[in-house]
């Protein structure tokens, strides 16, 4: 029996660096002759809401540690992310700052022994919230795409949920599936 194998541009956010490489968001962009950054906008633990809970297989208002950023390419925000922890593995860590993490925040979680190994991860199409919309600096009527992905370790316990909104003109998912 012959196996298929999902390739996605999610790759490289998935993966831990090597010490002393940048983070995966600046990496991508400067290979594609570009610029990109991020801002740190809020760290800290927060009662996690229902649809992350659910990911992360605990109870809704249970609390979690999140990062929320806005991402820049070539200084235009392009995508707000939030990134949510158990809090058995991000409470007392850099994952709960924010300062920046050298490497990200994926090489920081496989130095601490949660290495992901699979990941489930959920589009839709939707009206951003006037925050939202004012953060990325879209227009009335513009869709965000929202991608949910979750990532799993060797034990299908769920280490990171990131939810991200990008303006669905600025974007593209590439998906592709080797067969056999």
Sequence with gaps: MSTSEWISTSMPYLTPREKGQSDAWGADASARGRRGRQRIVHAGEIAAPAEIADCLGI????????????????????ELT??????HIARGTRLAGTAKIPGGAVSLLAELGYTGTRVQEDVIARMPSDEERDALRSGT????????????????????????????????????????
């Design 59 to 78: 109870a809704e208002d249970e609390a979690v540690v999140v990062r929320r950023r806005v991402m820049y390419l070539d200084d235009v925000p392009c």
């Design 82 to 87: 939030d990134t949510y922890y158990p809090v």
């Design 141 to 180: 009527g513009e869709p965000v795409l929202q991608l949910t992905r979750v990532t799993l370790d060797g034990r299908d316990r769920p280490i990171q949920v990131d939810r991200m909104a990008m303006p669905g003109h600025l974007q593209r998912l590439r998906y592709e599936i080797r067969i056999g």
